[in-house]
């Protein structure tokens, strides 16, 4: 069964900082593109940053340098590290796994981040 558990959303000011996880299982994570995606209310669901099985990273330009994705596979965990947080960066985040040995894309259940002016 697999599953992926995200935390570490919350409240915060604007020009601060959180860091979000998700802890994977049921998945080859090592093989595995991570990525963490957001919805805000009335908005499309959109990718904030992937990182692919060999380290390599893209993220989105409204996130490019204050966001950064990073993963470990000891602990089959991917995270996303937000600095300089602004109010539009606040969504839900989710965290998104494709796994190369089955056709699905797998989700998280979502954390809310809330970032106040």
């Known amino acids: 069964q697999v599953q992926l558990v995200e935390s570490g959303g919350g409240l915060v000011q604007a020009g601060g900082s959180l860091r979000l996880s998700c802890a994977a299982s049921?998945?080859?994570?090592?093989?595995?593109?991570m990525g963490w995606y957001r919805q805000a209310p009335g908005k499309q669901r959109e990718l904030v940053a992937s990182?692919?099985?060999?380290?390599?990273?893209n993220l989105a330009d409204s996130v490019k340098d204050r966001f950064t994705i990073s993963r470990d596979n000891a602990k089959t965990t991917v995270y996303l590290q937000m600095n300089s947080l602004k109010p539009e960066d606040t969504a839900v985040y989710y965290c998104?796994?494709?796994?190369?040995?089955?056709?699905?894309?797998?989700w998280g259940q979502g954390t809310q981040v809330t970032v106040s002016a």
């Open positions: 049921g998945i080859t994570f090592r093989l595995s593109t």
């Open positions: 990182i692919y099985s060999g380290g390599g990273t």
């Open positions: 998104n796994a494709k796994d190369p040995f089955t056709p699905y894309d797998y």
